[in-house]
């Protein structure tokens, strides 16, 4: 069964850092951009990154940018974010996903992505 594994979420206080991995079974992430969304409850999905078949081309939420680094090790079929100066608001529910961009507006869209992760979660407290 195809499946995508979130892991490296937990608790972290204000202007901590973690490494979030998505690492695939059964399939290889080489031919899949990658992106990263995160949910809030009570909130909607929101984008926060993603990354190109290569690594070549990146892209990030205004929310997050100069804070968190997107990276994939093709070799080992995981891709990482790292996120750093958390703050409250970035807790949430971290998703990964696998699919083939277009790169429309240099953007990508949750449609563009076939197969998800079940989520790790990031919290943020002191």
């Known amino acids: 069964q195809l499946q995508l594994v979130e892991s490296g979420g937990g608790l972290v206080q204000p202007g901590g850092s973690l490494r979030l991995s998505c690492a695939a079974s059964?399939?290889?992430?080489?031919?899949?951009?990658i992106g990263w969304f995160r949910q809030a409850p009570g909130k909607e999905r929101e984008a926060v990154s993603c990354?190109?078949?290569?690594?070549?081309?990146?892209n990030y939420g205004d929310s997050v940018k100069g804070r968190f680094t997107i990276s994939r090790d093709n070799a080992k079929n995981t891709v990482y974010l790292q996120v750093n100066s958390l703050n409250p608001e970035d807790a949430a529910v971290y998703y990964c996903?696998?699919?083939?961009?277009?790169?429309?507006?240099?953007?990508?869209?949750?449609?563009?992505?076939?197969?998800w992760g079940q989520g790790t979660q990031v919290t943020v407290s002191s």
């Open positions: 059964e399939f290889t992430l080489d031919y899949h951009a």
């Open positions: 990354i190109s078949t290569s690594g070549d081309r990146t």
């Open positions: 996903a696998a699919g083939f961009v277009l790169w429309v507006g240099g953007n990508y869209y949750p449609h563009e992505f076939h197969y």
